[in-house]
């Protein structure tokens, strides 16, 4: 998808120092009021939200709302905003993701109540000790890659974890497959992934 | 995995970013700024949710307003998009506007004069409009508001929530940096409400809708459910 790449892991690294340091700045703006910072913010992250939100929901009105909600949110708590944790962008689409997954609970009644126990989902969101860190285009081309090299089967269960926000029971109940094979595979998929981001040698670094 | 650790945030982060890029649909961008700087904003210290002034409670309708108009002028190219999708859309509100003014024309009975004073401000040479969004949680809420300098201001809105015992909806004007109320109402039937009032004083920056205390209120002190801004 990304086109030829001319630029040294280290350019692109500090490409993503920038960008967050010019979110870090806007986030400042916000909570001091200023109105353009949020559009600043939308036109770096409103596509990468969208996108995921769509991928997520599969209903554009829906990805719209998910959008609107994200940025509703970012410009309220902006000034309660740790920079301390870290990458706005990453907390931007967790808070994109966690949306979503809403959206979908709230769509499909027929889900299981534990799946409103978010401790109980398959892939939670970070706890609050977890800085927010971002995946250098380099790292996601890698788990691209690793993501086309998994199992049919430990594909799926990432995604319904990931992108689906189930539980484990629930992927086990959607795949007929029995629970702790269900616990298995999301958890090899992301030692795969894991694996694979840590190949370009920036695992340990920080924004 | 019950907690994620902090690895597996870079793994998380790859994961929201291998997904198909799509841009967003361009009209988005008016709708979700103006959405968001309609709500209130935390402050850094964790402060009481303290009555608050009603003075200082409207100037975000101010504030969304000079956004929005400031991020519309600096986009070039991109304008030229938003620019025909905002005739797109005022095709199709011209097109509600016809039906609208034909329901004005075919309904009955007790209600002449306000029908009559209606359909005038729809038909006058001078009526301009503006379209109002929900503002969350009122997300799904719409209303168009028609101004006639010389006939007076309509509002017509759907889909607007029921309001508990107690509570009014009531329209604003904000004309040269005031808010101007537009007077309380109450819903009809399956959320729908109009509103005649007279016209505002000046050109409008924004127009906006919030709940307040049955009665109404000098100037907005509730939550805000519809919000729009002239486009010209």
């Given at each position: 998808?990304?086109?030829?790449?001319?630029?040294?892991?280290?350019?692109?690294?500090?490409?993503?120092d920038?960008?967050?340091?010019?979110?870090?700045?806007?986030?400042?703006?916000?909570?001091?009021?200023?109105?353009?910072?949020?559009?600043?913010?939308?036109?770096?992250?409103?596509?990468?939200?969208?996108?995921?939100?769509?991928?997520?929901?599969?209903?554009?009105?829906?990805?719209?709302?998910?959008?609107?909600?994200?940025?509703?949110?970012?410009?309220?708590?902006?000034?309660?905003?740790?920079?301390t944790?870290g990458a706005?962008?990453?907390?931007?689409?967790?808070?994109?993701?966690?949306?979503?997954?809403?959206?979908?609970?709230?769509?499909?009644?027929?889900?299981?109540?534990?799946?409103?126990?978010?401790?109980?989902?398959?892939?939670?969101?970070?706890?609050?000790?977890?800085e927010h860190v971002?995946?250098?285009?380099?790292?996601?081309?890698?788990?691209?890659?690793?993501?086309?090299?998994?199992?049919?089967?430990?594909?799926?269960?990432?995604?319904?974890?990931?992108?689906?926000?189930?539980?484990?029971?629930?992927?086990?109940?959607?795949?007929?497959?029995?629970?702790?094979?269900?616990?298995?595979?999301?958890?090899?998929?992301?030692?795969?992934?894991?694996?694979?981001?840590?190949?370009?040698?920036q695992?340990g670094r920080r924004p | 995995?019950?907690?994620?650790?902090q690895?597996?945030m870079r793994?998380?982060?790859?994961?929201?970013?291998?997904?198909?890029?799509?841009?967003?649909?361009?009209?988005?961008?008016?709708?979700?700024?103006?959405?968001?700087?309609?709500?209130?904003?935390?402050?850094?210290?964790?402060?009481?949710?303290?009555?608050?002034?009603?003075?200082?409670?409207?100037?975000?309708?101010?504030?969304?307003?000079?956004?929005?108009?400031?991020?519309?002028?600096?986009?070039?190219?991109?304008?030229?998009?938003?620019?025909?999708?905002?005739?797109?859309?005022?095709?199709?509100?011209?097109?509600?506007?016809?039906?609208?003014?034909?329901?004005?024309?075919?309904?009955?009975?007790?209600?002449?004069?306000?029908?009559?004073?209606?359909?005038?401000?729809?038909?006058?040479?001078?009526?301009?409009?503006?379209?109002?969004?929900?503002?969350?949680?009122?997300?799904?809420?719409?209303?168009?508001?028609?101004?006639?300098?010389?006939?007076?201001?309509?509002?017509?809105?759907?889909?607007?929530?029921?309001?508990?015992?107690?509570?009014?909806?009531?329209?604003?004007?904000?004309?040269?940096?005031?808010?101007?109320?537009?007077?309380?109402?109450?819903?009809?039937?399956?959320?729908?409400?109009?509103?005649?009032?007279?016209?505002?004083?000046?050109?409008?920056?924004?127009?906006?809708?919030?709940?307040?205390?049955?009665?109404?209120?000098?100037?907005?002190?509730?939550?805000?459910?519809?919000?729009?801004?002239?486009?010209?």
């Amino acid at each position: 998808m990304s086109g030829p790449e001319f630029q040294s892991a280290a350019g692109r690294r500090a490409d993503d120092d920038a960008i967050n340091a010019a979110d870090l700045a806007a986030f400042g703006r916000i909570a001091g009021g200023d109105h353009a910072a949020l559009a600043d913010i939308y036109d770096r992250h409103a596509r990468g939200i969208y996108s995921l939100a769509l991928r997520i929901v599969r209903r554009p009105e829906d990805a719209e709302d998910v959008t609107q909600q994200v940025f509703t949110q970012a410009w309220r708590t902006a000034a309660r905003y740790d920079r301390t944790r870290g990458a706005v962008a990453a907390w931007l689409l967790m808070m994109a993701r966690s949306r979503a997954i809403d959206c979908l609970r709230r769509r499909d009644a027929a889900r299981s109540d534990d799946a409103n126990d978010s401790q109980l989902v398959a892939i939670p969101d970070p706890g609050p000790s977890v800085e927010h860190v971002v995946a250098t285009r380099e790292q996601i081309e890698h788990a691209r890659t690793a993501l086309n090299g998994l199992s049919p089967e430990q594909r799926q269960a990432i995604e319904l974890a990931y992108y689906g926000g189930l539980t484990h029971s629930e992927i086990a109940q959607q795949t007929s497959t029995p629970l702790g094979t269900v616990k298995t595979r999301v958890r090899s998929a992301l030692q795969t992934l894991r694996a694979a981001l840590a190949q370009t040698g920036q695992a340990g670094r920080r924004p | 995995m019950t907690h994620v650790e902090q690895e597996d945030m870079r793994v998380l982060d790859a994961l929201a970013r291998v997904v198909p890029q799509q841009a967003p649909p361009p009209a988005l961008r008016a709708r979700v700024l103006t959405a968001a700087l309609a709500g209130a904003q935390e402050p850094a210290a964790a402060a009481p949710d303290a009555a608050v002034a009603p003075a200082s409670r409207w100037p975000w309708l101010l504030a969304a307003a000079a956004a929005v108009l400031a991020a519309g002028t600096s986009l070039g190219w991109w304008s030229a998009q938003n620019e025909i999708q905002r005739l797109q859309s005022t095709i199709a509100d011209l097109r509600t506007t016809a039906t609208e003014l034909l329901n004005v024309r075919a309904e009955s009975g007790r209600e002449q004069t306000a029908r009559q004073r209606a359909a005038a401000i729809l038909s006058a040479p001078d009526v301009t409009y503006t379209a109002l969004a929900g503002v969350m949680p009122a997300g799904t809420a719409r209303a168009r508001v028609y101004v006639s300098p010389t006939r007076g201001l309509l509002m017509a809105a759907e889909d607007l929530p029921a309001l508990p015992t107690g509570r009014v909806y009531q329209l604003w004007t904000i004309v040269a940096g005031q808010p101007v109320s537009g007077g309380v109402f109450e819903l009809e039937a399956g959320g729908r409400a109009q509103v005649l009032a007279d016209a505002p004083p000046g050109p409008a920056a924004a127009f906006a809708v919030t709940i307040e205390p049955t009665g109404g209120v000098p100037a907005p002190t509730g939550d805000k459910v519809l919000l729009g801004i002239p486009t010209n």
